[in-house]
């Protein structure tokens, strides 16, 4: 079983920037990818950002390019979500998420998901 805790969700001010946390453990595998998404009040769960753990390789909404950034740490088993320049419209609860290597931005993809830290932007 793998388990996947969220952290770093907090209220901010519009123009701020947050780093979110997700540790993973339990049963691992040499290739997978680390998903983040977002769900907002009445809203849908949407894509942000993806990284396969063994090469590195990157995916973000396009909306999301330039502002937000998902890196890795091998040794801790964690991934991150960068996110600058924070706005309103940015507030969600933000899940992690994990699939299989080359996993996209489908939901469908990820089979282990985390329990979401909720973002708030203020303006």
């Known amino acids: 079983q793998v388990q996947l805790v969220e952290s770093g969700g907090g209220l901010v001010q519009a123009g701020d920037s947050l780093r979110l946390s997700c540790a993973a453990s339990?049963?691992?595998?040499?290739?997978?990818?680390m998903g983040w998404f977002r769900q907002a009040p009445g809203k849908e769960r949407v894509f942000v950002a993806r990284?396969?753990?063994?090469?590195?390789?990157?995916l973000y909404a396009d909306s999301l390019k330039g502002r937000f950034t998902i890196s890795r740490d091998n040794a801790k088993n964690t991934v991150y979500l960068q996110m600058n320049s924070l706005k309103p419209e940015d507030t969600a609860v933000y899940y992690c998420?994990?699939?299989?290597?080359?996993?996209?931005?489908?939901?469908?993809?990820?089979?282990?998901w985390g329990q979401g830290t909720q973002v708030t932007v203020s303006s």
């Open positions: 998420a994990r699939g299989a290597y080359g996993s996209g931005s489908l939901i469908n993809d990820y089979a282990y």
């Open positions: 990284i396969n753990w063994s090469t590195g390789g990157t």
């Open positions: 339990g049963r691992t595998f040499s290739r997978y990818a």
